[in-house]
């Protein structure tokens, strides 16, 4: 599935956001993708339960 999003940050969350890439050895891309991939992993196994 390819999903193509766009947003708007402000300057301490950029700071932020790049620290923690840093911190795991991330470019700030990857951490951003690593973390949408979770996000929709999470929502698609609560559909899933609630569909059983």
Known sequence: MYVE???EIDRNTLSTLLVLAD????S???FIQ???E???DEI???RSKNNV
């Open 44 to 46: 698609d196994g609560l």
């Open 28 to 30: 700030l891309g990857e």
């Open 23 to 26: 911190y795991l050895d991330l």
């Open 38 to 40: 979770w996000e929709y």
């Open 34 to 36: 690593d973390y949408l």
């Open 5 to 7: 999003v766009k947003f």
